[in-house]
Protein backbone atom coordinates (compact mmCIF):
# COMPACT_ATOMS: atom_id res chain seq x y z
CA UNK A 1 0.00 0.00 0.00
CA UNK A 2 2.98 1.96 0.55
CA UNK A 3 3.19 2.46 -3.41
CA UNK A 4 -0.15 3.55 -3.61
CA UNK A 5 -0.27 6.22 -0.92
CA UNK A 6 2.97 7.87 0.53
CA UNK A 7 4.48 7.86 -2.89
CA UNK A 8 1.65 10.39 -4.34
CA UNK A 9 0.96 12.50 -1.80
CA UNK A 10 4.78 13.25 -1.45
CA UNK A 11 4.78 13.90 -5.63
CA UNK A 12 1.74 15.73 -5.70
CA UNK A 13 2.87 18.00 -2.72
CA UNK A 14 6.26 18.35 -4.31
CA UNK A 15 4.34 19.20 -7.37
CA UNK A 16 2.25 21.99 -5.49
CA UNK A 17 5.48 23.82 -3.80
CA UNK A 18 7.03 23.59 -7.80
CA UNK A 19 4.29 25.70 -9.02
CA UNK A 20 4.20 28.08 -6.11
CA UNK A 21 7.79 28.89 -6.33
CA UNK A 22 7.17 29.35 -10.09
CA UNK A 23 4.54 31.78 -8.74
CA UNK A 24 6.91 33.87 -6.68
CA UNK A 25 9.49 33.78 -8.73
CA UNK A 26 7.05 35.11 -11.74
CA UNK A 27 6.35 37.79 -8.79
CA UNK A 28 9.44 38.78 -8.20
CA UNK A 29 10.37 38.99 -11.72
CA UNK A 30 6.59 41.37 -12.10
CA UNK A 31 7.34 43.74 -9.07
CA UNK A 32 11.10 43.40 -8.27
CA UNK A 33 12.91 42.39 -11.10
CA UNK A 34 16.21 44.81 -10.37
CA UNK A 35 16.18 43.80 -6.76
CA UNK A 36 15.68 40.28 -7.16
CA UNK A 37 18.60 40.27 -9.80
CA UNK A 38 20.51 42.17 -7.32
CA UNK A 39 19.84 39.35 -4.69
CA UNK A 40 20.79 36.71 -7.32
CA UNK A 41 23.96 38.63 -8.01
CA UNK A 42 25.27 38.93 -4.90
CA UNK A 43 24.57 35.34 -3.72
CA UNK A 44 25.97 33.46 -7.15
CA UNK A 45 27.72 36.01 -9.25
CA UNK A 46 31.57 36.39 -8.35
CA UNK A 47 31.92 39.71 -9.46
CA UNK A 48 28.53 41.06 -8.36
CA UNK A 49 27.10 41.29 -11.81
CA UNK A 50 24.85 38.84 -14.11
CA UNK A 51 25.77 39.84 -17.94
CA UNK A 52 22.53 38.08 -19.40
CA UNK A 53 19.57 38.35 -16.84
CA UNK A 54 17.26 37.27 -19.81
CA UNK A 55 19.00 33.90 -20.11
CA UNK A 56 19.15 33.55 -16.41
CA UNK A 57 15.29 33.90 -16.24
CA UNK A 58 15.16 30.94 -19.07
CA UNK A 59 17.17 28.71 -17.16
CA UNK A 60 15.36 29.19 -13.85
CA UNK A 61 11.96 28.50 -15.82
CA UNK A 62 13.44 25.60 -17.54
CA UNK A 63 14.82 23.97 -14.23
CA UNK A 64 11.70 24.32 -12.53
CA UNK A 65 9.72 23.14 -15.57
CA UNK A 66 12.02 19.81 -15.46
CA UNK A 67 11.32 18.97 -11.72
CA UNK A 68 7.62 19.34 -12.72
CA UNK A 69 8.17 17.26 -15.78
CA UNK A 70 10.41 14.89 -13.34
CA UNK A 71 7.75 14.63 -10.35
CA UNK A 72 5.11 13.56 -12.89
CA UNK A 73 7.26 10.93 -15.16
CA UNK A 74 8.11 9.21 -11.42
CA UNK A 75 4.46 9.46 -10.47
CA UNK A 76 4.12 7.04 -14.26
CA UNK A 77 7.03 5.34 -12.86
CA UNK A 78 5.79 4.46 -9.29
CA UNK A 79 2.30 4.33 -9.53
CA UNK A 80 1.40 2.96 -12.66
CA UNK A 81 4.05 0.63 -13.72
CA UNK A 82 3.01 -1.86 -11.24
CA UNK A 83 5.00 -5.04 -13.08
CA UNK A 84 8.33 -3.80 -14.39
CA UNK A 85 10.49 -6.68 -15.13
CA UNK A 86 13.44 -7.11 -12.16
CA UNK A 87 17.36 -6.45 -14.22
CA UNK A 88 17.97 -10.21 -13.49
CA UNK A 89 15.21 -11.32 -15.46
CA UNK A 90 16.17 -9.14 -18.27
CA UNK A 91 17.41 -11.10 -21.46
CA UNK A 92 20.66 -11.13 -22.17
CA UNK A 93 20.93 -8.39 -25.07
CA UNK A 94 19.02 -5.74 -22.80
CA UNK A 95 21.37 -6.30 -19.93
CA UNK A 96 24.75 -5.29 -21.86
CA UNK A 97 21.89 -2.39 -23.18
CA UNK A 98 21.96 -1.02 -19.59
CA UNK A 99 25.15 -1.71 -19.03
CA UNK A 100 26.25 0.13 -22.01
CA UNK A 101 24.45 2.92 -21.16
CA UNK A 102 25.50 3.84 -18.07
CA UNK A 103 28.67 2.68 -19.07
CA UNK A 104 28.56 5.38 -21.54
CA UNK A 105 27.60 8.31 -19.31
CA UNK A 106 29.82 7.41 -16.85
CA UNK A 107 33.37 7.19 -19.25
CA UNK A 108 31.52 10.62 -20.97
CA UNK A 109 31.83 12.48 -17.17
CA UNK A 110 35.43 10.88 -16.63
CA UNK A 111 36.58 12.54 -19.99
CA UNK A 112 34.73 15.57 -20.63
CA UNK A 113 37.69 17.30 -20.74
CA UNK A 114 39.72 15.10 -22.61
CA UNK A 115 39.84 16.83 -26.62
CA UNK A 116 40.24 13.45 -28.15
CA UNK A 117 37.35 11.76 -26.53
CA UNK A 118 34.75 14.47 -26.29
CA UNK A 119 35.64 17.07 -28.46
CA UNK A 120 34.83 17.73 -32.37
CA UNK A 121 35.48 14.83 -34.29
CA UNK A 122 36.22 12.98 -31.04
CA UNK A 123 35.55 9.43 -29.69
CA UNK A 124 31.94 10.08 -27.98
CA UNK A 125 31.06 12.42 -31.65
CA UNK A 126 32.22 9.66 -33.94
CA UNK A 127 30.75 7.09 -31.80
CA UNK A 128 27.53 8.78 -31.48
CA UNK A 129 27.32 9.31 -35.54
CA UNK A 130 28.33 5.29 -36.24
CA UNK A 131 25.36 4.08 -33.91
CA UNK A 132 22.90 6.46 -34.96
CA UNK A 133 23.55 5.42 -38.82
CA UNK A 134 23.27 1.64 -38.04
CA UNK A 135 19.96 1.87 -36.37
CA UNK A 136 19.05 4.08 -39.23
CA UNK A 137 20.00 1.07 -41.56
CA UNK A 138 17.84 -1.68 -39.58
CA UNK A 139 14.74 0.71 -39.27
CA UNK A 140 14.81 0.86 -43.39
CA UNK A 141 15.79 -2.92 -43.39
CA UNK A 142 12.55 -3.98 -41.40
CA UNK A 143 10.06 -2.28 -44.17
CA UNK A 144 9.94 -5.81 -46.11
CA UNK A 145 8.44 -6.96 -43.18
CA UNK A 146 5.48 -4.37 -43.09
CA UNK A 147 2.14 -3.95 -45.02
CA UNK A 148 0.39 -1.14 -43.55
CA UNK A 149 1.23 2.74 -44.77
CA UNK A 150 1.35 3.90 -41.12
CA UNK A 151 3.92 1.21 -40.60
CA UNK A 152 5.99 1.91 -43.67
CA UNK A 153 5.99 5.38 -42.53
CA UNK A 154 7.16 4.99 -38.94
CA UNK A 155 10.27 2.62 -40.39
CA UNK A 156 10.70 5.32 -42.87
CA UNK A 157 10.60 8.02 -40.23
CA UNK A 158 12.41 6.96 -38.04
CA UNK A 159 14.89 5.80 -40.10
CA UNK A 160 15.61 8.68 -41.59
CA UNK A 161 16.30 10.79 -38.70
CA UNK A 162 18.44 8.50 -37.37
CA UNK A 163 21.04 8.96 -40.29
CA UNK A 164 19.49 12.86 -40.36
CA UNK A 165 21.11 12.58 -36.82
CA UNK A 166 24.44 10.85 -37.57
CA UNK A 167 25.03 13.03 -40.92
CA UNK A 168 24.41 16.04 -38.74
CA UNK A 169 26.65 14.83 -35.62
CA UNK A 170 29.67 14.80 -38.54
CA UNK A 171 28.38 17.76 -40.05
CA UNK A 172 28.39 15.47 -42.73
CA UNK A 173 31.79 14.51 -43.39
CA UNK A 174 32.68 17.99 -44.11
CA UNK A 175 35.66 17.65 -41.64
CA UNK A 176 36.18 14.35 -43.45
CA UNK A 177 36.25 15.67 -46.91
CA UNK A 178 37.26 19.31 -46.26
CA UNK A 179 34.51 21.36 -48.17
CA UNK A 180 33.86 24.74 -47.51
CA UNK A 181 31.17 25.95 -45.78
CA UNK A 182 28.11 27.49 -47.67
CA UNK A 183 27.82 31.45 -47.50
CA UNK A 184 24.75 31.30 -45.39
CA UNK A 185 25.57 28.48 -42.67
CA UNK A 186 28.86 30.58 -42.21
CA UNK A 187 26.83 33.18 -40.95
CA UNK A 188 23.94 32.07 -39.44
CA UNK A 189 25.76 28.92 -37.90
CA UNK A 190 27.26 28.91 -34.70
CA UNK A 191 30.05 26.35 -35.25
CA UNK A 192 30.01 27.43 -39.03
CA UNK A 193 29.60 24.23 -40.44
CA UNK A 194 27.54 22.28 -42.73
CA UNK A 195 24.74 21.13 -40.33
CA UNK A 196 21.17 22.75 -39.72
CA UNK A 197 21.54 21.59 -36.14
CA UNK A 198 23.66 24.54 -34.97
CA UNK A 199 21.09 27.04 -36.44
CA UNK A 200 18.98 26.58 -33.39
CA UNK A 201 21.23 26.88 -30.00
CA UNK A 202 18.73 29.37 -28.39
CA UNK A 203 16.42 26.83 -28.23
CA UNK A 204 18.45 23.39 -27.33
CA UNK A 205 17.62 23.98 -23.63
CA UNK A 206 13.97 23.59 -24.40
CA UNK A 207 14.39 20.89 -27.12
CA UNK A 208 16.32 18.95 -24.73
CA UNK A 209 14.27 19.22 -21.74
CA UNK A 210 11.31 18.22 -24.34
CA UNK A 211 13.37 15.00 -25.98
CA UNK A 212 14.14 13.61 -22.84
CA UNK A 213 10.73 14.20 -21.05
CA UNK A 214 9.15 13.09 -23.72
CA UNK A 215 11.66 9.83 -23.85
CA UNK A 216 10.87 9.04 -20.47
CA UNK A 217 7.68 9.10 -20.47
CA UNK A 218 7.20 7.06 -23.71
CA UNK A 219 8.31 4.29 -20.84
CA UNK A 220 7.32 5.01 -17.83
CA UNK A 221 3.20 5.65 -19.36
CA UNK A 222 3.91 2.53 -21.70
CA UNK A 223 0.61 1.26 -21.19
CA UNK A 224 -1.16 4.09 -21.13
CA UNK A 225 0.56 4.74 -24.79
CA UNK A 226 -0.49 1.44 -25.89
CA UNK A 227 -4.20 2.05 -24.71
CA UNK A 228 -4.57 4.82 -26.10
CA UNK A 229 -3.00 3.97 -29.64
CA UNK A 230 -5.49 1.33 -29.70
CA UNK A 231 -8.61 3.24 -29.56
CA UNK A 232 -7.46 4.95 -32.33
CA UNK A 233 -8.33 3.27 -35.98
CA UNK A 234 -5.56 5.11 -37.58
CA UNK A 235 -2.65 4.54 -35.30
CA UNK A 236 -3.64 0.75 -33.59
CA UNK A 237 -1.24 -0.57 -35.86
CA UNK A 238 1.44 1.36 -34.29
CA UNK A 239 1.52 -0.71 -31.11
CA UNK A 240 4.16 -3.07 -32.06
CA UNK A 241 6.55 -0.24 -31.94
CA UNK A 242 6.18 0.66 -28.59
CA UNK A 243 9.58 0.60 -26.82
CA UNK A 244 9.38 -3.67 -25.13
CA UNK A 245 8.74 -3.07 -21.66
CA UNK A 246 12.17 -4.57 -20.93
CA UNK A 247 13.28 -1.13 -21.43
CA UNK A 248 11.30 0.77 -18.97
CA UNK A 249 14.47 1.47 -16.20
CA UNK A 250 15.58 3.65 -19.78
CA UNK A 251 13.40 6.07 -18.53
CA UNK A 252 15.41 6.59 -15.44
CA UNK A 253 18.56 7.40 -17.48
CA UNK A 254 16.94 10.23 -19.74
CA UNK A 255 15.46 11.58 -16.23
CA UNK A 256 19.13 11.78 -14.97
CA UNK A 257 20.19 13.08 -18.57
CA UNK A 258 17.43 15.61 -18.27
CA UNK A 259 19.03 17.28 -15.20
CA UNK A 260 22.43 16.83 -16.48
CA UNK A 261 22.30 18.45 -19.44
CA UNK A 262 20.34 21.68 -18.53
CA UNK A 263 22.31 22.14 -15.04
CA UNK A 264 25.89 20.99 -15.97
CA UNK A 265 26.65 20.03 -19.80
CA UNK A 266 25.63 22.61 -22.03
CA UNK A 267 27.05 20.56 -25.03
CA UNK A 268 24.91 17.51 -24.99
CA UNK A 269 27.76 15.76 -26.22
CA UNK A 270 26.39 12.49 -23.34
CA UNK A 271 22.84 12.77 -24.20
CA UNK A 272 23.29 12.73 -27.83
CA UNK A 273 25.20 9.38 -27.82
CA UNK A 274 22.77 7.94 -24.73
CA UNK A 275 20.21 8.65 -27.54
CA UNK A 276 22.38 6.41 -30.38
CA UNK A 277 23.24 3.64 -28.26
CA UNK A 278 19.26 3.43 -27.25
CA UNK A 279 18.25 3.70 -30.67
CA UNK A 280 20.81 1.24 -31.90
CA UNK A 281 19.11 -1.33 -29.27
CA UNK A 282 15.90 -0.53 -29.90
CA UNK A 283 16.20 -0.78 -33.84
CA UNK A 284 18.07 -4.28 -32.85
CA UNK A 285 15.29 -5.58 -30.40
CA UNK A 286 12.42 -4.48 -33.01
CA UNK A 287 14.20 -6.53 -35.30
CA UNK A 288 14.51 -9.66 -33.40
CA UNK A 289 10.82 -9.37 -32.60
CA UNK A 290 9.76 -8.79 -36.18
CA UNK A 291 11.35 -11.57 -37.38
CA UNK A 292 10.38 -13.96 -34.66
CA UNK A 293 6.71 -12.95 -35.48
CA UNK A 294 7.14 -13.60 -38.64
CA UNK A 295 8.97 -16.85 -38.20
CA UNK A 296 5.79 -17.69 -36.24
CA UNK A 297 3.58 -17.46 -39.15
CA UNK A 298 2.07 -14.29 -37.61
CA UNK A 299 2.26 -12.21 -40.50
CA UNK A 300 3.61 -8.47 -40.61
CA UNK A 301 0.09 -6.71 -39.66
CA UNK A 302 -0.26 -4.80 -36.21
CA UNK A 303 -3.43 -6.24 -35.21
CA UNK A 304 -1.91 -9.89 -35.65
CA UNK A 305 1.36 -8.79 -33.66
CA UNK A 306 0.07 -6.91 -30.85
CA UNK A 307 0.51 -9.69 -28.77
CA UNK A 308 4.25 -9.51 -29.68
CA UNK A 309 4.47 -6.24 -28.91
CA UNK A 310 3.74 -6.72 -24.92
CA UNK A 311 7.17 -9.25 -24.82
Known amino acids: MLKQTVLPKLLNTAIVLLILAALAISAALIFAYDAFFAFLASRFAGDNAISNPHAVVISIYLLLGALIFIDVLLKGAWIYYEDEIPVA ?42 FAFASGIIFLSLLRYFKKPIQKLYLYGFGAAAILFACEEISWGQRIFGWETPAYLMENNVQQESNLHNLFNDYFDFGYLMLTGALATVFFYRKQLIGLLGRIPQLKNLIFFVPAKQFFYTGYVFIYLMLFTLIIEKGAETLEVSISVFLLFYSYNLMLRTKKAAQAGLGTTAPQMVQESSR
Open 89 to 130: ALPQRLKIFYVSIVGVIIFSMVFHKVPAIYGEDGLLENATAL
